[in-house]
């Protein structure tokens, strides 16, 4: 498995105390297991608070993401499940589907959502996916951190502005104030 083009996985500037939902499908339960324990084991030493919640498959992720996103009470929700092909189409069905409401989830909330979901061709590849030398919960919990450090940082910068702009008006105002009525 190569990893080639990818960076080490590492959150920079990292926003301690970021409240994580993580949601996990019961659905290949031996690797979604895994990849919560990768997931914990990160936002712990990033000084993050999880909170874990499960449901029957991955198909269920993005509605429970949803859900919990819309809550307001975390900064990055990380939904965790295992898709492996088998001998129908339900598998690319369930993958494409699943995939693309993360996406939209995603890019419409304002929490961080990564895509936590495997999709393998057999056990074997997603037993490699969810070790503890590669572990794709870990780093879809990495990915949630970094945004939500990027939101917190984007957030200072624009109290930081706001802030600016609202002195700069003040001062603005005294001046014109200390004129006389009169007076141009």
């Given at each position: 498995?190569?990893?080639?083009?990818?960076?080490?996985a590492?959150?920079?500037?990292?926003?301690?105390?970021?409240?994580?939902?993580?949601?996990?499908a019961?659905?290949?339960?031996e690797?979604?297991?895994?990849?919560?324990?990768?997931?914990?084991q990160v936002?712990?030493?990033?000084?993050?608070?999880?909170?874990?919640?499960?449901?029957?498959?991955?198909?269920?992720?993005?509605?429970?993401a949803?859900?919990l996103?819309r809550?307001?009470?975390?900064?990055?929700?990380?939904?965790?499940?295992?898709?492996?092909?088998?001998?129908?189409?339900?598998?690319?069905?369930?993958?494409?589907?699943?995939?693309?409401?993360l996406a939209?989830l995603a890019?419409?909330?304002?929490?961080?959502?990564?895509l936590?979901l495997?999709?393998c061709?057999?056990?074997?590849?997603a037993?490699?996916?969810?070790?503890?030398?590669?572990?794709?919960g870990?780093?879809?919990?990495?990915?949630?951190l970094?945004?939500v450090?990027?939101?917190h940082?984007?957030?200072?910068?624009s109290?930081r502005?706001?802030?600016?702009?609202s002195?700069?008006?003040s001062?603005?105002?005294?001046?014109?104030?200390?004129?006389s009525?009169?007076?141009?």
């Open positions: 498995m190569s990893t080639a083009g990818k960076t080490a590492r959150v920079q500037n990292p926003y301690r105390g970021a409240r994580v939902a993580i949601v996990r019961r659905w290949n339960d690797i979604t297991r895994a990849l919560a324990q990768g997931a914990i936002a712990l030493a990033e000084g993050a608070k999880v909170e874990e919640f499960e449901v029957a498959g991955s198909f269920e992720l993005p509605p429970a949803a859900m996103a809550s307001g009470r975390f900064d990055a929700v990380v939904p965790l499940g295992c898709l492996i092909r088998g001998e129908t189409a339900h598998f690319d069905v369930l993958a494409h589907a699943v995939a693309r409401s939209e890019t419409s909330l304002p929490v961080a959502i990564p936590g495997l999709t061709e057999n056990i074997d590849q037993r490699a996916r969810s070790s503890p030398d590669h572990n794709v870990a780093e879809a919990m990495e990915a949630a970094e945004l450090s990027l939101r940082a984007m957030a200072s910068s109290a502005a706001s802030r600016s702009a002195t700069a008006r001062r603005s105002t005294r001046v014109k104030r200390r004129r009525p009169g007076s141009r």
